[in-house]
């Protein structure tokens, strides 16, 4: 599948992308990113030269989306959310070697105009819900809000929130597909997939 690039667009030489993905209006892609097959770049985005994206990640338009990120397979990012790659940026300060890695794994969302503090891990399936301000990990399948961000309950695969007290255990089902999740000791995991015996 072709790659197609916008004609407003820049996609600085030595940018490597994927086969079938997309890079819209005004969108900047840099030399030194590696974007994977079937991604979506909105408009005005940006992506620096120290940035992975896996495959299927959707980046929704006027997301930056610094050095020092890693964005595993099938990540959203809403638009205008922001990630950050310093902690105690000062104009006057250089702290390029200071930048603090920040890691989406698969499957997380992260809703529009949230903020991602750098040096936090976004679990697997994780949902950063809008406007909230993650400064630290959120684990697999949790359901966050707030500033800052707080756990406020779990969510499936599928994007249904799981039938779980924010702090309990047990299990659940999510309410579309049928899948098994176990909660034990703040840990969600999918026990069984409806369509396994």
């Not at 300060?93 to 105009?113: D, F, M, Q, S």
Request: glycine fraction near 10%; charged fraction near 20%.
């Amino acid at each position: 599948m072709a790659i197609v690039i916008h004609s407003s667009a820049i996609v600085d030489h030595g940018a490597a992308l994927g086969d079938g993905t997309r890079v819209w209006h005004f969108a900047h892609v840099c030399a030194g990113a590696r974007i994977g097959n079937d991604c979506s770049l909105g408009q005005n985005v940006y992506v620096g030269n120290d940035v992975r994206l896996g495959n299927q990640v959707k980046v929704q338009n006027n997301v930056s989306i610094y050095d020092a990120v890693t964005l595993e397979d099938e990540v959203f990012c809403g638009p205008s959310m922001v990630f950050t790659n310093v902690y105690n940026p000062r104009a006057a300060v250089t702290r390029k070697h200071e930048y603090r890695r920040t890691l989406v794994r698969r499957g997380a969302t992260i809703g529009a105009n949230a903020t991602i503090v750098c040096g936090v891990t976004i679990g697997e399936y994780a949902f950063v819900a809008a406007g909230a301000v993650v400064n630290r990990d959120v684990p697999a399948f949790a359901l966050v809000a707030g500033v800052p961000a707080r756990r406020i309950g779990w969510i499936s695969r599928f994007g249904e929130r799981l039938p779980f007290e924010p702090d309990g255990s047990g299990e659940a089902r999510c309410p579309h597909t049928g899948d098994l999740y176990v909660l034990h000791q703040g840990a969600c995991r999918i026990e069984r997939a409806a369509n396994q015996s």
